[in-house]
Nanobody, 116 residues
Framework: QVQLVESGGGSVQPGGSLRLSCVAS????????MGWYRQPPGQQRGPVAS???????SYIDSVKGRFTISRDYAKNTVYLQMNSLKPEDTAVYYC??????????WGQGTQVTVSS
């Protein structure tokens, strides 16, 4: 059974930083693409950043230069380092893992709140 468990969310002031972690079990992350989506209040869930199984990364324009996605293959973990946070980054952040056959798995989500 595949499970993704996120951690690292919380409340921070504008300009602050948070680091999200997502540990995958039941699937080999070295053969899977992984990434993060977010769902702001009252909005639909949308992509934030992704990293392929060979380490290629991509970001949405609004987080480029502020967020960094990385992964630790040995720990089956993907990270999202978020710097210079803005109120518009407030959302529930979801980790996903996509297998080689295209099946996607999701974590339960972690709340990030950016407010003064």
């Amino acid at each position: 059974q595949v499970q993704l468990v996120e951690s690292g969310g919380g409340s921070v002031q504008p300009g602050g930083s948070l680091r999200l972690s997502c540990v995958a079990s039941g699937i080999s992350s070295s053969e899977s693409d992984m990434g993060w989506y977010r769902q702001p209040p009252g909005q639909q869930r949308g992509p934030v950043a992704s990293i392929t199984h060979y380490g290629s990364t991509s970001y949405i324009d609004s987080v480029k230069g502020r967020f960094t996605i990385s992964r630790d293959y040995a720990k089956n973990t993907v990270y999202l380092q978020m710097n210079s946070l803005k109120p518009e980054d407030t959302a529930v952040y979801y980790c996903y893992c996509r297998s080689t056959i295209g099946t996607s798995y999701w974590g339960q989500g972690t709340q990030v709140t950016v407010s003064s």
